[in-house]
Structures are given as C-alpha cells and as structure tokens.
C-alpha cells in the first residue's frame, strides 16, 4: 500500500477470528490446517476478494503412507523414517520421497486368512509377503519383534532378502504363548522394526497381526488335530508315535513315528464315548449330543441317523439334522431327531471328508423313542395370585433333555419344580385378572400335549375368625370365614411364637368357611439341654401373635384386622371334683361339678367330661372361668368311677 496505513492480516479458521497464540496451538496438534486469506487496512473494509491458504506440519506424520498422501509438499525419508517438507532434513537427500513417485512406503502384505501364523517352541522363518522393502545401508539394519497383548515384547531375528520378501527367524523354543492362553492359540502383532545401529534408535516399520498357536493344546485326537489347520495356516499333523503316545504336533517334533496323518480321511474311525440324552419324544425334535474322538473336522463331515431293526433283514433308518454351529471339531456333534417309530434306535455316525469314500460306523449307543402321556391335572383351579402347585400326573413324562419340559397354563409359563417319569410338579404365575377355561400343555420338544382345563379365580379374602384365641396345648379349631377360601388344595397356618415357627393343618369346609387346628406351642429347652415339660412362660403368651395362612400366592389373613387377630390365653387347669360331689347317688339327679381355672380359655365346644367312657352331657350355661358342670348317663352304674376331662386333643 503506498499510504502510512499498516497492512494487517487476518486469519480466518471454523468462522472464528483466531489469536496468534491460538494459530500456534493449533498448528502443534493439526498437521494439516486450510485458511482463507483476506487483506485489509485498519480504516478500510476487508476487501471482497479472498484466498484459500493450506499449512502443512509435515512432522507429525508419522506413518509412511500417512505422510506421503497429506500433500504434495511432504515426503518420507526412507531410511531416517521421519516425513519432512524439506529433503535436506534426510541424511541422505536421495532417500526423499513423494506421492508423486509409484510405490514410495514400504507394505507387509496381509495374507487372505488375515494374520501370519507361528508355531511355538519350533525353529522357523516366518516369510513375510512384502512390497517397497528398501535394502539394508551402513548403520541401519531390520529387525522383528512379538508385541503380546499384555505389552511384553520377544525380539526376533530379521533378514532382508528383496523388496518383495522379508523373513523373520525364530530359534527353538523362542517363541511362547501367554501363560493364560489354554485354548492353543492367541493373536499378537509383529512389528517390523528399522534400526540404526549408532544410537540404538529404532522405529517401527509396519505392523500386521500374528497368530501363535500350539498343536497340542488344539488337538486331542487326529480329527481335531487335522481340523486344527483349516482356514488357519496352521500345520499341524497327528504323530502316531512308536514309543510315547500319539501326539498333535508339527513334523520338526515328530520324529519317531510310524504313521503320520495328515489329512482327516485317512484318520482312525471314531469312537463313541456317549450320548445325551437318551431318550426323546416319537415326534423328534430332540436335541442329541455326541461325544467321542475322531468324529471328523467340519461339520459337513458328519452324518447322524438312528437306526431301528424291524426283523433280521429290514431296518429303519431316521436322521439326525446336524446343528453346524454346535460342532466341536473330532469330538462333539449335536444333531435334532426327526419322527420315529416307538423303541429302542442305534446310534449310526458316517465320516466323509470331501469327496472322499464315506466311512459308516454304527455305534453301541441306544437312543429310545418314546411317547410321553398326560394322564390328569391336579388342582384346576387356583388364585389369580398364582403360587399354586400344579401336578401333572402320566407316563415317560422325564424323557429327552433336564429342561426339555414346558408346562403352560393357556399362554402363560408354569414354572417347573420336579419331573420324575411319572408327574412334573410346577407353580402357576400370576396374572392379571380372574378368569377361566385355559388350557393346559405340556411340551416335551416337538411333543405338544393339550390336558385340562385351568380355572384362574379371584384371591381368597379373609373376614374374621372364632375363637380369636389359641392355648399352648394347642388343638383349638379355629374358623375362618370370608370368600374363595376353597380355591386352595392344601393351605396351611403357619404361626410364630417366640421366634418359633409352627404349622396347623386347614381343611376348607366351603368356599366361605376354612378350619384350621392351631399347633402345640413350643416347651421351653432349659440350659442343661434338658426339655421342661410346660408350655411357654405366660411372658410369652401376651398378646397378639403373628400367623398367617399359606393362600398359594394369595395373601393370607392380616392380623393387623381386628376381626382376625388372635391371642394366646393360658391352658385349663382342672383340680378335682366339687367336694361335695366326690360321693352321689345315681338317682338322686345331682349333676358333677369340677373345679379347675382359666376353664373360659377355649369354648364349650373344646370341652367333654366322661364317667368312664360314658359322656356326661355338660351345662353350657353353668361354665365359667373356674368350674365346668355336667350330667352323667343314666347307664352308669353305682360304684367308684372314673371322670376325665378331655379339652380338644388332650385330656386331664
């Protein structure tokens, strides 16, 4: 500009007006930054007119291909392995090069199976398929190391032999896996390293996947073994040794044999050690594992069927639908049995590899068919709550697999308890709402057996009880009432004292009435071990107990509703007859009166007086808390007699 105005500039990056200090922030972590560049004075309008302006840090490339491809200003010294947009930063200016010249990075080709592949504990030359590997200079030399995924680091030798090959050398027993590798293989990368010998500098050159693995941690029979190598670019092959015992190895350890294997046609026949389950519904769908060595190396290798003699010269041959993702090469094939006939089957597996000759073996191993029956259901009903315990009740019902079973109620899950041969036991789920007609099933694989019909009802409710007390002797009926009380087939009260838990027996009389028996309160266990033959100390008889009634899934009784609770009052104590009734006459019509305490404890209808065994029919309106008074039978005979008490289940 020909005026005193200062020119400025002003760089413009992402639509915002970058500091100096922030250009230079930038710059250190972006190698490559692209600006407009706009002029302008400090009394003028930016002009209209702009420039795009491209910065390049070629330095912070740090990869070959990376730095070349960035632009058209940075190169790659070969040897020195740094990029740079000045060749004279390169010892050797003739090693600078750009995009602009065919094949400037050196390649590791990556093989079509993904990785290079090394045997462990075995001397090898690991040859790498390269492309652009420049020769060794003075001072500089190649080299290969084994990066494992915990970072430890195994130096390796290397030898330059062209552009296009390069070998890594490993010694006998080098080369190792993890210490927590056990399935005989593991991933590692191998980096190719470039050297300068005067300051022990290094760089990494390129870096591509290896697979280390060891044959006999892959290989327990020949057929694993084999199968071990393919898709791999393993070598393994089966050794039958002359005096140890067969191994899977490679042919550098092998080298007192008798036969060597490798290839999985000509591999022994195999040998079946089991078979899971035995048995399965007629209609299949039977999911059976075969276990054994030597049964083949890929799935397609492998053909299942059961084979069932109808007379000497006739047979009847189902097959097996081999599951191909379950295949554990040489020892496991897992196969879905088809419709059958009912009996027993032999279990036949053919071998072929390829187009090779099939090699049949029929096995030892018998897999029956049977056909499973539903005979009855029981309960058919239960509370909408769930919880109830269903039994279906038949024949050949633990056939297949543990789990093979289903049980539904409508579309509903019943969950599985028990299967014996003849009843499954499960428990019914909760559900929505009370409703009825669903039907039953149970599902045995391909075996769908439709059975009764189930009936979901509304949840028993509880209104009150009577008595609202219990005794320590236990034996007191007590009587719930309320509705849906007789959905339940076996409820039971359950009752806690003193961090004691008891159990009552309960009989539903109708759908609004439900008995129970209140258990015998526990003694009381002394220090010495000894039982004390009383109930619990009356301490522990205030007030209202804890207790409830198993209703399935359904809630019991609350005992926080007053109308249901229930307290423990103490036992009746009967002392002896009235003394002025110890003697009377059989005609005079004089009645019994026996004395006693806390008589009022349980009702009227607890109670009965025998003389002898003759009941005395007791005056309910003349029994109170301290005596009871009753009228022997006119049968009874003058003469001393005996006269019991009896109070529900005991008797004084």
């Known amino acids: ?42 009394t003028t309008e930016i002009f209209p007119t702009s420039s795009m302006l491209a910065l390049h840090n070629c330095s912070l490339h740090t990869d070959c291909l990376k730095c070349v491809e960035a632009s058209e200003v940075c190169g790659w010294c070969v040897h020195d392995r740094i990029c740079t947009g000045n060749p004279t930063s390169c010892r050797h200016e003739e090693d600078w090069r750009t995009i602009d ?50 970072g430890s680091v195994l130096g390796l030798e290397a030898q330059y032999y062209n552009h296009t090959e390069f070998r890594c050398l490993t010694t006998e027993d080098q080369v190792h896996m993890s210490a927590d590798v056990t399935n005989g293989s593991e991933t590692t990368q191998l980096e190719i390293l470039w050297l300068r010998s005067s300051d022990k500098f290094s760089v990494i050159l390129h870096t591509i996947r290896l697979t280390l693995y060891d044959c006999e941690l892959m290989g327990s029979d020949c057929s694993s073994c084999l199968s071990t190598n393919i898709g791999t670019g393993f ?3 089966w050794c039958d040794k002359l005096d140890t015992a067969d191994i899977c190895t490679v042919l550098d350890h092998c080298k007192t044999h008798s036969t060597l294997f490798n290839d999985i046609i000509d591999c022994p026949l195999p040998t079946i050690t089991g078979i899971s389950p035995v048995s399965g519904p007629t209609v299949g769908g039977t999911r059976l594992t075969v276990t054994g060595t030597n049964i083949g190396a890929v799935a397609g290798d492998v053909t299942v069927e059961l084979v069932k003699m109808m007379n000497q010269v006739t047979e009847e041959r189902t097959p097996c639908l081999v599951d191909t993702n379950r295949y554990i090469p040489g020892s496991q094939i897992v196969c879905t049995t088809s419709e059958a006939s009912e009996g027993d089957h032999l279990v036949s597996v053919t071998i072929r590899r390829g187009t090779g000759t ?19 259901v029981e309960p058919q009903q239960g509370p909408k709550a769930g919880g109830t315990y269903v039994l279906f009740q038949g024949s050949n019902l633990d056939i297949s697999s543990p789990g093979a079973a289903k049980v539904f109620i409508g579309d ?15 428990v019914s789920r909760a559900v929505a709402a009370a409703s009825s007609q669903h039907r039953t099933r149970v599902v045995i694989d391909n075996a769908d057996m439709p059975s009764e019909l189930y009936n979901y009802t509304e949840n028993p409710v509880f209104t009150r009880v009577e008595p ?11 009587t719930f009432r309320g509705r849906y009380l007789n959905i339940v087939l076996l409820p039971e009260l359950i009752i806690t004292v003193d961090n004691y838990t008891l159990f009552g027996t309960c009989t539903p009389r109708s759908s609004t009435i439900l008995k129970c028996t209140a258990p015998k309160l526990p003694v009381v266990l002394l220090s010495s071990g000894t039982i004390e033959r009383r109930a619990v100390p009356r301490s522990s008889l205030t007030g209202i107990i804890n207790y409830t009634i198993t209703m399935d899934g359904a809630e019991g009784p609350r005992s926080d509703q007053v109308d249901l609770q229930i307290v423990v009052k103490p036992n009746p104590v009967f002392y002896a007859l009235h003394m002025n009734d110890r003697d009377y ?68």
């Open 235 to 237: 070598d393994c092959l």
């Open 468 to 478: 609202q007390n219990i005794i320590p002797a236990g034996g007191v009926t007590l």
């Open 101 to 150: 010249e065919d094949g400037v990075c050196p390649v590791v080709n990556t093989p079509d199976r993904g990785s290079y592949t090394l045997p462990v504990s075995v001397r090898r030359e690991l040859i790498l398929s390269t492309f652009n590997i420049p020769p060794e200079i003075p001072g500089y030399e190649y080299g290969c190391q084994i990066r494992y995924g915990n």
């Open 1 to 42: 500009t020909k005026t005193s105005q200062s020119l400025w500039i002003i760089i413009i990056q992402w639509n915002f007006n970058l500091t100096k200090e922030v250009f230079d922030l930038s710059f250190r972590f972006y190698a490559d930054l692209n600006f407009r560049l706009q002029l302008g004075t400090s």
């Open 585 to 652: 006459t059989l005609d005079s019509g004089r009645s019994i009166r026996i004395l006693g305490s806390n008589i009022e404890s349980v009702l009227p209808s607890e109670l009965s007086v025998l003389v002898d065994d003759a009941v005395c029919t007791l005056v309910s309106d003349d029994i109170t808390d301290t005596q009871v008074r009753c009228f022997p039978p006119d049968t009874v005979l003058p003469g001393d007699r005996l006269v019991k008490v009896r109070l529900v289940q005991w008797q004084y």
């Open 358 to 376: 099939a090699r049949p073996l029929a096995l030892p191993h018998t897999f029956t068919f049977a056909h499973p029956i539903i005979n009855s």
């Open 412 to 426: 509903v899950p019943c969950d599985i308890q028990e299967v014996t041969p003849t009843v499954i036991s499960c």
